[in-house]
């Protein structure tokens, strides 16, 4: 599925330009100068009278999908005897908790309960049948997020969705760091939208190492990194 609409061709609304566009803008390369320079791109197109993009759309489901994960990770680390810290950090040693995962855990509960209220409030229909992160995040997920690209609301939830996300990844992998292959651009794009393809390392912790895409923010774990070479190289002809 192609997320990059063709902005040429004719839709029954006129497109307009994603309104996150702080968080929209992507990058790409100018073939015309030597050598080729990266540049900034525009702020992607909407069609069908959504407000954000297809890309920033898929990115809040993503985003919101990951949450329950992060919270039981961070819950854990709040339990006696849990992990105590972050994935590969130091505090087990010197704290009994982890300060990181302190507060994070009702905020991303009392966040999605709060996102949930709106959609039910403005949507008209049942709240999720069990008030836990799995179920809400699950119910805003699979039944909602198309919705959500169409309201007015849609940048403010993005942007505090991403924030959240962001900082409940940070407190679960403190030691991850993104660096770039070093293979020539065309073997190291994303097959979903031609993005970049940067290894998302997380120090010694080979099992939670991934690659990412910087557009989509697609990810691939260590038992698909064959499939994924394989539909680059077919993709290049090599």
Known sequence: VNIFPDVTRASKHDPILCAIADQCRGTGTDYTTNPPEQIQLPPRRCWDSAVICDVCRHRLGRWIDELPKLHAELADALQPGGNGAARGSNY????????AALGLTGDIYGKLCAWAWLIVTKRGVNPPRHEDVPHIAEWITRLHVDWIAHQDFAPDMHTEIRDLHWQAYRAV???????????????????????DLYAIIAGNQHKDTMIQCSECDREWEPTQ?????????????A
């Open 173 to 195: 992998y403190p030691n991850r760091e993104r660096k770039m292959f070093p293979l020539p651009r065309h073997r190291r794009t994303c097959p979903d939208c031609g993005g």
């Open 92 to 99: 087990r040693n010197a704290w009994p908790v982890n300060p």
């Open 225 to 237: 990194w064959f499939r994924l070479g394989r539909t680059i190289l077919a993709r290049v002809g």
